[in-house]
Each structure stands twice: as C-alpha cells, then as structure tokens.
C-alpha cells in the first residue's frame, strides 16, 4: 500500500511559479513509476509528467514541456512538480499517483496504482 499526500497548490498570477509536493507513505516508494496528471472541472484527467524509480526515465506533456520539471527524492518519499511561467489554462486539481507499471505506461492513468487526493492550482489572467 502507498498512501499518497499532494501540497503546495494555491493561487498565483500569470507568469508565476509553484512548486507541488507528494509525500508517500511506504517503504517501497523507490520501485515505483511517479506521475502527476491534472484535472479541470468537466475535463478528463490529463497526463502532466511522470518520472521513473530512479529519476533516470521523464516524460512531460508537450503543452508543459519546458516549463514544468519532475523530481523525486527517494530517501525522503517525496515527489515534485516545479511549476514556472503558469498560463491560465494551467488552472486544474493536479494529482500525484504510484504505478507499479513499467515507466513506458507512465502516460496513461490507467496504469497507476494509487492517487493522492489532489490539490488545486488556480491562475489567474
């Protein structure tokens, strides 16, 4: 069982950043594929990013590449979105998730095996 736990969502203006967290619980976060996926309301659940257990395999979503970066730090459970030049259409719940899949499955939702409860990043024109 991984327990997941999104932060770090809030309110910014165009053009800012935000940086998103997602502590697991669990001793075996280290085997497992991360990615973030967002949410708008009446939208499915989109692939954002995604980072493999050894941080040596990312993805990103063309419409956040280089401009989004994922990481992780395995000693500490912990995974990250770091959010630069935020666009309104940015604006959605963003939600961490564990897949035990292999990495070339990290885009589809699918493939994950727990979600965290999502957190809200709003920005504004």
């Known amino acids: 069982q991984v327990q997941l736990v999104e932060s770090g969502g809030g309110l910014v203006q165009a053009g800012g950043s935000l940086r998103l967290s997602c502590a697991a619980s669990?001793?075996?976060?280290?085997?497992?594929?991360m990615g973030w996926f967002r949410q708008a309301p009446g939208k499915e659940r989109d692939f954002v990013a995604a980072?493999?257990?050894?941080?040596?395999?990312?993805y990103y979503a063309d419409s956040v590449r280089g401009r989004f970066t994922v990481s992780r730090d395995n000693a500490n459970n912990t995974v990250y979105l770091q959010m630069n030049s935020l666009k309104p259409e940015d604006t959605a719940a963003y939600y961490c998730?564990?897949?035990?899949?292999?990495?070339?499955?990290?885009?589809?939702?699918?493939?994950?095996?727990?979600w965290g409860q999502g957190t809200q990043v709003t920005v504004s024109s």
């Open positions: 669990g001793r075996t976060f280290s085997r497992y594929t």
């Open positions: 980072i493999s257990w050894s941080g040596g395999i990312i």
């Open positions: 998730a564990a897949s035990s899949y292999s990495v070339k499955l990290a885009t589809i939702v699918t493939s994950y095996d727990y």
